[in-house]
């Protein structure tokens, strides 16, 4: 059973950084691409970037490019969201999230991690 535990999040001032993570546990994860996505009150659920566990291109939502980073350490299944010059808009619940390769839905989720950003 896939296990995804998110951990990192904060209460930070508009500029600071914060790095997210994702350990990830019980699948093979070469076969997934991993998410994350946040969702603030109010909003609907985005999808912020995503990252092949094996090789292949990442993706950033337009709101982050340039200011936020994912990455992963395949030897520690951990998937990271570096956040850096962090808005009061980037405000939220991230979730870290996977589906496998070849499909469109995340279907493994974890339970969300709190990113409040003050001005």
């Known amino acids: 059973q896939v296990l995804l535990v998110e951990s990192g999040g904060g209460l930070v001032q508009a500029g600071d950084s914060l790095r997210l993570s994702c350990a990830a546990s019980?699948?093979?994860?070469?076969?997934?691409?991993m998410g994350w996505f946040r969702q603030a009150p109010g909003k609907e659920r985005e999808l912020v970037a995503s990252i092949p566990w094996s090789d292949g291109i990442k993706y950033y939502a337009d709101s982050v490019k340039g200011r936020f980073t994912i990455s992963r350490d395949n030897v520690k299944n951990t998937v990271y969201l570096q956040m850096n010059s962090l808005k009061p808009e980037d405000t939220a619940v991230y979730y870290c999230a996977a589906r496998r390769r070849g499909t469109t839905e995340y279907d493994k989720w974890g339970q969300g991690t709190q990113v409040t950003v003050s001005s």
């Open positions: 019980g699948g093979t994860f070469s076969l997934y691409v």
